[in-house]
């Protein structure tokens, strides 16, 4: 294959994916982003992972010397 076939035929499918525009499922995107109750349940069994505004920051121990 000559060269101007093969960037033609880049060309091509580089047309193809940049207007590819797949059907979106908004129930599956819902359920994705929705709450997380796996994440829930990891956070009450490990609280010191949960960040809250309760707790101290302290921001000399990221200083440097």
């Given amino acids: 294959m000559g060269r101007g076939r093969q960037k033609a035929k ?3 499918v580089a047309r193809e994916l940049k207007y590819f525009s797949p059907d979106t499922n908004y129930g ?3 359920k994705e982003l929705g709450g997380n109750s796996r ?7 490990w609280p010191e992972y949960s960040a809250s505004d309760d707790d101290e ?3 000399d121990q990221f200083k440097t010397a």
């Fill in 57 to 59: 920051y302290d921001e």
């Fill in 39 to 45: 994440l829930e349940e990891d956070l009450e069994k």
């Fill in 28 to 30: 599956a995107l819902e």
């Fill in 10 to 12: 880049h060309t091509k």
